[in-house]
């Protein structure tokens, strides 16, 4: 019984452990792609100013209310607009920003499309 | 005949594009926050700075009523720039005091020397309070009706915005 109990122990504190792992991977992953507004051109992650710092207590603190990576990321949209994240989404005011890769690259692959079969005519 | 085309086309779609980049550069690349705002206030709460009670949003700001919400600091130097447009203002509306990061000691000092302007003051510690506001440093301060946020005002007041302020609550 007393191996048991424990063993018991051993199994809730690695397990903690596991958790907070995970929660603290998940807030890096969170406050890398969000902008620090202060000295942009950095994430919030790797900036030391009193707003940054702020951020990363209430996306901790978010994530202990269990809102999700996306919600917490709403969150902040609402507060700071688009701008906050790295990763802008697909909207009326980036998709050229998405969209002129691909286009560029159907545009290149037609060119050299033709190229090659004019010439292997 | 077809190559001239291609190469047309490609020439037209590079003109396109420098033209949106050249416009793109003229936009600001830095963060410029939008100070007319019509959102709601957000709901928190937070600790009384005299008495260190809690106490909720809903509770401090009322309907049908302007409110000014000041994030201020004793260490913060544009703060004692502003102080005394909202020495002058608070006899027009109330004004709420968010103290943002600071010792409550220095806090204390900075009223005792220049007087306070606050009907009632918040403490705000670690800085969070001033986030769910949308706020990224001090001061700010928000014109508030209806529990709704009216503008914002980024750094220290000033004449112009005294008087803005001033017309607006009328």
């Keep these: 019984m007393k191996y048991l109990n424990f063993l018991i122990i051993i199994i809730i504190v690695f397990n903690s452990n596991f958790l907070n792992a995970q929660e603290q991977k998940l807030k890096n992953e969170i406050t890398k792609n969000l902008r620090c507004l202060v000295c942009q051109g950095q994430s919030v992650y790797d900036s030391d100013t009193e707003f940054a710092n702020s951020l990363k207590i209430l996306v ?12 917490i990321y709403d969150f902040f949209k609402e507060k700071y607009g688009e701008w906050i994240l790295y990763d802008p989404q697909f909207n009326k005011s980036t998709y050229f920003l998405w969209l002129l890769p691909v286009l560029m690259f159907l545009l290149g692959g037609a060119i050299i499309f033709k190229l090659f079969i004019k010439k292997k005519n | 005949m077809r190559t001239k085309t291609l190469f047309s086309i490609f020439i037209v779609f590079f003109l396109v594009l420098f033209f949106f980049f050249y416009k793109g550069l003229q936009n600001p690349n830095i963060y410029t926050p939008s100070v007319e705002i019509k959102k709601d206030i957000p709901n928190f709460e937070a600790k009384l700075f005299n008495t260190n009670e809690l106490i909720f949003s809903e509770k401090v700001f009322k309907s049908d009523k302007f409110y000014l919400i000041n994030i201020w600091s004793s ?3 544009p703060c004692r720039d502003e102080h005394s447009f909202l020495l002058r203002l608070r006899e027009n509306v109330d004004i709420i005091g968010l103290n943002y990061k600071d010792k409550i000691v220095n806090a204390k000092k900075f009223l005792n020397e220049f007087n306070s302007p606050y009907r009632l003051i918040l403490s705000d510690p670690d800085g969070t309070i001033a986030i769910e506001w949308g706020a990224y440093g001090v001061p700010e301060t928000f014109l508030i009706y209806n529990k709704k946020i009216l503008k914002k005002y980024i750094g220290p007041l000033n004449e112009n915005s005294l008087l803005e302020i001033k017309r607006m609550i009328k």
């Design chain 1, 60 to 71: 901790e603190r978010k994530l202990d209310e269990g809102l999700s990576e996306k919600q």
């Design chain 2, 75 to 77: 260490w913060c130097v």
